[in-house]
């Protein structure tokens, strides 16, 4: 198992190579008081965005203190190919929160929280900002717990056209819809790029709406289902994602 992983400000991972860092705040707390660090173990010290430090523990003082010596120079963890963004409408209650632990613990490279017509959930104003604040910090923990260094990034919330707009430049663009009566391909024998941008929209609870649907088309996307089970919104997109890692090589 690798390493538990710590996150630092960006700004100061480049200057601690060959020195010591007192691991403090809120992660090192985490550390000391969680996780119980103890002189000798390895420790990962990441800014989340693919630079990462490996380091051994000194010592731990008091209850959020923790001492790092031994840190090598920085690392560079190159974004996988194909790039998978997920589109995720809102879902009800806290299942947005468990769709973005689970989908970046599978290991998604982006989520796009998105206003579909037929969510039930609506951000708006300070309610919002505090929802989208939550996925965010989500896909953080989720990324330390599953021991990344390149974490999901969250975007602001998007409207249908946006999504049509980043379907549109994406090199595979699809549209889960479990509709029988509506053609769609299986996912699992979709033609996949190499490289590039993986773009999936995942529908609310009720689904997307036909207008939507006119719509993510005519920016190329093309519908796609599943297995024989409906999954729920909240589930959709971790199922997907895994199908693809696995499909294009990057579970192998």
């Known amino acids: 198992m690798t390493a538990p992983v710590f996150v630092l400000d960006p700004l100061v991972l480049p200057d601690l190579c060959g020195g010591e860092y007192v691991l403090d705040g809120p992660e090192g707390r985490h550390a000391v008081s969680v996780k119980r660090m103890r002189p000798g173990e390895d420790v990962i010290l990441t800014d989340g965005r693919g630079r990462w430090m490996e380091g051994v523990v000194k010592a731990a003082e008091g209850k959020d203190r923790l001492v790092v010596m031994d840190l090598e120079g920085a690392h560079e963890e190159p974004q996988e190919q194909p790039r998978i963004t997920v589109v995720q409408a809102l879902p009800k209650g806290d299942r947005g929160e468990l769709a973005v632990e689970t989908m970046t613990e599978t290991g998604v490279d982006a989520i796009?929280?998105?206003?579909?017509?037929?969510?039930?959930?609506?951000?708006?104003?300070?309610?919002?900002?505090?929802?989208?604040?939550?996925?965010?910090?989500?896909?953080?923990?989720?990324?330390?717990?599953?021991?990344?260094?390149?974490?999901?990034?969250?975007?602001?919330?998007?409207?249908?056209?946006?999504?049509?707009?980043?379907?549109?430049?994406?090199?595979?663009?699809?549209?889960?819809?479990?509709?029988?009566?509506?053609?769609?391909?299986?996912?699992?024998?979709?033609?996949?790029?190499?490289?590039?941008?993986?773009?999936?929209?995942?529908?609310?609870?009720?689904?997307?709406?036909?207008?939507?649907?006119?719509?993510?088309?005519?920016?190329?996307?093309?519908?796609?289902?599943?297995?024989?089970?409906?999954?729920?919104?909240s589930t959709a997109g971790t199922a997907a994602t895994a199908l693809l890692l696995g499909r294009t090589g990057r579970w192998s």
């Open 112 to 233: 796009v929280p998105w206003t579909a017509s037929r969510c039930v959930t609506q951000w708006k104003g300070e309610r919002g900002l505090k929802s989208l604040a939550k996925w965010r910090a989500t896909a953080r923990e989720a990324g330390k717990q599953s021991r990344r260094v390149r974490f999901p990034e969250v975007a602001d919330t998007a409207t249908s056209k946006q999504v049509a707009a980043l379907l549109a430049k994406a090199d595979f663009a699809a549209v889960l819809h479990e509709d029988r009566a509506y053609p769609s391909e299986p996912l699992a024998t979709a033609e996949l790029p190499a490289e590039g941008e993986i773009v999936l929209v995942v529908g609310p609870e009720g689904g997307v709406s036909p207008e939507e649907l006119e719509l993510f088309e005519q920016a190329g996307a093309k519908t796609y289902r599943l297995g024989r089970s409906v999954l729920r919104t």
